[in-house]
Structures are given as C-alpha cells and as structure tokens.
C-alpha cells in the first residue's frame, strides 16, 4: 500500500556556495498564513558570500516561520514549515487528549486489556506528528513529545520538591528541535540560554518567554551568590554598560572577508611596489570615448582603461597570472582571466569578477564592470561571481587616497590598487606642466612572481596608461 503524501513540510537551508556551513537571516519575504507557490522567494539569507534569495520548492500554505530575522542558521536546518493540503481536515489536534488519558487513568481505558494501554501511547507519534510543525519529520521529534505527558504524571507524585517537579517533566530531552516561537527563539539567543536545557511550560511543550527568562534568572539556591547573574547577562549588557562604545557581531561577508585576508597575510609572502604614472593622455582618451557614438549608453570610466591595461600586462608577462597549489606543490599557470573588482557595499568589502575578461571587447568589458559594481553596491552579487578570481583591481582613488599596500585575495597572484588621480606639477617635455598623475600599488605572491617579473607586470600597466595608444600598438 503506497504511503499517503506527507502534509507538513520543511524547507531546509540549503548550501547556496561551495563549502558553506552557515547563512544568516536577513528578511522574511511571507508570514504564517501566506500562501507560497514553487519557485517563489520567500527568505533572504546572507552567508559567508553574499546575500542570496531563496526560493521554496514546493506550493502550499506558510505554517510556521521556525527562525527569526538575524538568527544564524545551520546549513541542512529547516527554517520553514508548509502545510502541501490547505484545508484539509485536522485528525491531530484531538490525538492529544487521550494520550494523557491514556497515561493517568489507565484503568478504564484498559479496563479489559492492561496491556495494551501503553500501544496507543506509543504508536501516538504517528496520528500527532502533523501536529509538530516543523518537526515532524524527525524521528527523535515524534518520540519526544509522546513522552512529556507520560513523564508529567509519575513525577509531581515522587518529587517532594514541588516547585521543581512540574517544570522537570515538560523539558523536550528527547533529542530534537525544542518547540518555540522565533521571538522566543532569539531572546534565547541575546540571552545566551540554550533552548535545550529550559523546560517548556506552553502548551504541547512549547519553550515561552517566560521560560526563557526564568532559565536565565539566577538559581534560587544561589541567593546568595549574585555574582553568576551579570555573566550570564554580560553579552547583551556590555554595550550599555560602557558607553561610547558600539557592538556589532562578526558575520557573514564581513566575517569571510576577515578570515580570508588574515589567512592571505600570513599565507602569500606579500611584496608590494609602487609607481608614479602621468596619466593625462588616459584621462583625454575617456572624454573621447564618452563622446564617441558607438559607446553610446556604456559607462565609460578611467576604472575602464586600467583594467584593459592590466589585462594587456598580464598578456605580456604570462607568468605572472598564476596560482599556488600547496597541496601538490606546484604553481599552476592560467590562461583565462577572472578579473576581479573590489567593491564596497553596506555589507562589507565584495570582490566579484568578471570571467574570462581578457576575451571581451572594450565595450563588453565597459558593461560588465557597470553591472558588476551595480550589483554588488544593491546587495544581489551571487556565490558564483565571487569565486575563480585569479587578479583583482582595487581602486581606493574614489576616497582620495594616493596609495596602499593591498592584501592578496586567497589564491590570486596579484591585485592593483589604484590612487586618487589628482592634478601635480610634472616634468613634461623638458618643462615643468600641471599633469593628470596617479599611484598604482601592486601586491605580489613572491612564491609566484619574483621581483623582476613583478616590476615588468607594474612598469607594463604604467606604460599603457602614459600613453593608451599602446593598447592598439602591443595588443
């Protein structure tokens, strides 16, 4: 007999990037009640990445939002629940009731079989597993709640401790998800209380506010010890506590972004050098450029002929587009491009690329460092626009800055940071002019490139934004 289709189901978090263990609630995009369709945005999560729109697999009604905004999430964890039968006719809530019966007055439900009073609880699971939203798909999830009335009998009676007693029988123990709302959930979290070890009072063993805050207030044998209360209470209190100080925990971007840069400092032996370029035929080309018809609608941007420079450096000196594999010991040498472009974002430094950069035309490159910027800037920069990168442009001109010493991304061989393009007396033509001038910084992996190659790679760059005619001559 085919099993009948199962009503209550979980929408799990899924690995939106490779290697991804986490991912952060950002928004809810429906509410409990909402009706959601296949392929339908429902929550936006941000990881290690990016910020991603999730779509839900499968039509029905919103049960149960089982995490709140800002509440950190396991991959593989369900986060909401989805009634696939709207409407259809509730067996479950009604299971309840006997089951308690069932473990209280055992006599007359089993007047004639003592024996199988016990069955029907056990086999309960089965007729209230719609019941636990959310969890009714786990095993342990059905085997926990069976017990809590079971459990809530035979102790008051032994317990000589009253206050104690009741509490004890209605903590989920059973391995599994504890029932609580996602308000409740997250003051769990500011407060630092693990929802496991509070023992729920609400109703079907549901973790409430107060339950949380009564885990979390100090042990009534511990009276005269006050001492362990501020540190429960320190996370969420240091910040009042200390004033002219702001809080904010490290996730998401900004913590990958954290991780990476400190395995690349203490990875890559870092050799960064510096030149001095005049790049007033560079600024003329772009004012040209944004003239010419044929451009017209691409933005066009001194960012443009950089990175067409470096592209046309890195032809040149192939060697230098290369990458450390550690594991075998080897430097493998790439032929394609995934030109990188830093980018800030109120979510953090992003440095999503555009693939295979070499190969487009100047046109196609122009749109595509529009759309890129774009994107990031508006938060919808994907997992996979961010990995492969092999060479990054970083332009810290755009705040003034004259230079830097970049950080390599992980497994890059080099990134170029751009300085402020300013007007500065030049030496031009034997008499002293006031020039377009700017500092480009190359950052090198020195297990990669050596210094001569180094200073070919950053010398080639110079050149072709002294005099842009190169791109047409050397390309």
């Known amino acids: ?57 499968f039509d029905g009604t919103v049960r149960e939002l089982l995490w709140a905004e800002g509440d950190t999430v396991d991959v593989g964890s369900p986060i909401i629940t989805v009634d696939t039968t709207p409407g259809a006719p509730e067996e479950a809530p009604a299971a309840p009731a006997p089951a308690p019966q069932a ?17 029907p609880a056990a086999e309960q699971p089965a007729a209230r597993q719609p019941v636990l939203v959310g969890y009714g798909v786990s095993t342990a999830a059905t085997k926990r709640r069976p017990r809590k009335p079971v ?4 102790e008051p009676a032994p317990a000589p401790e009253a206050a104690p007693a ?6 989920p123990a059973g391995g599994g998800r504890p029932l609580a709302k996602p308000p409740v959930r997250k003051l769990a979290k500011d407060l630092g209380i693990d929802l496991r070890a509070v023992r729920p009072t609400g109703p ?6 107060e339950d949380v805050q009564a885990a979390a207030a100090p042990a009534p044998e511990a009276a005269p010890a006050p001492a362990p209360q501020p540190e429960e209470a320190v996370p969420g209190q240091q910040p009042a506590e200390r004033p002219g100080e702001r809080r904010v925990p490290i996730r998401g ?4 972004t954290a991780q990476a840069m400190v395995d690349s400092a203490f990875t ?11 790049v007033t035929r560079t600024m003329k080309l772009v004012a040209r450029l944004k003239d010419d018809p044929d451009l017209a609608g691409v933005r066009i941007n001194p960012l443009l002929i950089i990175a ?9 000196n192939p060697d230098a587009h290369a990458a450390w594999d550690e594991a075998d010991q080897e430097i493998v040498y790439k032929e394609t491009v995934n030109l990188g472009i830093a980018a800030a974002t109120p979510r953090g430094l992003l440095v999503p690329n555009i693939k295979d950069a070499g190969r487009k035309s100047l046109a196609e490159l122009a749109t595509a460092l529009s759309d890129l910027v774009t994107t990031a800037r508006e938060g919808r920069t994907t997992p996979a626009d961010m990995q492969g990168g092999t060479v990054t442009i970083t332009n810290v001109g755009v705040f003034g800055v004259d230079s830097g010493t970049p950080i390599l991304n992980p497994g890059e061989s080099a990134i170029l940071a751009v300085g402020a393009i300013k007007a500065q007396p030049w030496v031009h033509k034997g008499k002293v002019k006031p020039r377009q001038v700017t500092t480009l910084a190359l950052s090198f992996d020195h297990r990669l490139i050596d210094g001569a190659l180094g200073s070919r790679l950053l010398a080639d760059v110079a050149a072709v934004l002294e005099h842009p005619r190169r791109l047409l001559t050397w390309g």
């Not at 473990?103 to 069955?119: D, Q």
């Not at 009741?166 to 903590?171: K, N």
């Not at 960064?272 to 005049?278: A, G, K, L, S, Y």
């Open 308 to 316: 067409r420079a470096l592209l046309l450096a890195l032809r040149r």
């Open 253 to 256: 971007v900004r913590k990958a």
């Open 268 to 278: 890559a032996p870092h050799v960064t050098e510096f030149i001095t370029v005049d």
């Open 204 to 209: 079907d063993g549901t973790v409430t506010r």
């Open 166 to 171: 009741p509490p004890a029988p209605a903590a």
């Open 103 to 119: 473990a209280a007055e055992p006599a007359p439900e089993a007047a004639g079989e003592p024996e199988p009073a016990p069955a």
């Open 1 to 57: 007999m085919a099993a009948a289709p199962q009503r209550y189901r979980e929408f799990k978090m899924p690995d939106v990037g490779e290697g991804l263990t986490e991912a952060e609630i950002l928004k809810w995009h429906v509410q409990p009640g909402d009706t959601v369709s296949d392929g339908q945005v429902v929550v936006e999560v941000e990881t290690a990445k990016a910020a991603v729109e999730l779509p839900i697999p």
């Open 151 to 154: 459990a809530a009998v035979p």
